[in-house]
């Protein structure tokens, strides 16, 4: 199994964020799951691979050429794919991986994690999605994410796909125990 790490090439303002970085990245390589991930050296990317090779893991990294010395290619990697771009290496990654987590990041980040949910909410993949929520750093956005369902622009049932955790470990297990739910006409029609 592997899984796909979407977070910053950036450490962010907290230290709990490359400490939860360090950590995922050690679990996942314990628990056998290969990563895969942006390729980058730097931030919360470079942080969550370092910790996955430190301890034994698979880390596969994707990078497109135009962010090699942007982003700081990683060098140590079990395997380091250099693409053409951003779309290319998204649809790797994708393909690649059994399931998905986004840790903290910005734009890129949860642009990378909408597109694997609205993958998953069409039914393109049964793939897990979750987000690893350190100290907090997704609760505005889950609260948002509620009141779409509200607003009757998501259903209930696809915003539950999306699994929130606080810590690695029951992260982990519920990644492991996820069944996609089936996915059949979400909009009204009058038939």
Not at 44 to 60: Q, S, W
Not at 61 to 79: R, S, V
Not at 101 to 121: D, H, N
Request: aromatic share 8%.
């Amino acid at each position: 199994m592997r899984l796909c790490v979407l977070c910053g090439s950036s450490s962010g303002s907290k230290a709990i964020y490359l400490e939860m970085a360090t950590r995922l990245g050690k679990a996942l390589a314990d628990a056998g799951i290969g990563l895969v991930y942006g390729g980058a050296s730097v931030g919360l990317m470079g942080a969550v691979a370092d910790a996955a090779l430190a301890n034994g893991g698979e880390v596969i990294g994707i990078i497109p050429q135009a962010l090699q010395e942007k982003e700081i290619a990683h060098k140590g990697l079990t395997d380091l794919r250099v693409v053409g771009s951003m779309h290319e290496r998204k649809a790797l990654m994708a393909e690649l991986s059994d399931g998905f987590i986004a840790m903290p990041g910005g734009i890129g980040t949860l642009e990378e994690l909408f597109e694997v949910w609205t993958w998953a909410q069409l039914g393109y993949h049964t793939k897990p999605c979750a987000l690893l929520n350190v100290d907090g750093f997704y609760d505005g956005l889950a609260t948002f994410l509620d009141s779409l369902v509200e607003q009757a622009f998501v259903k209930p049932n696809y915003r539950e796909m999306l699994i929130v955790e606080e810590q690695v470990e029951s992260l982990l297990a519920a990644i492991s125990n996820y069944e996609a739910p089936v996915v059949t006409k979400w909009v009204k029609t009058s038939e």
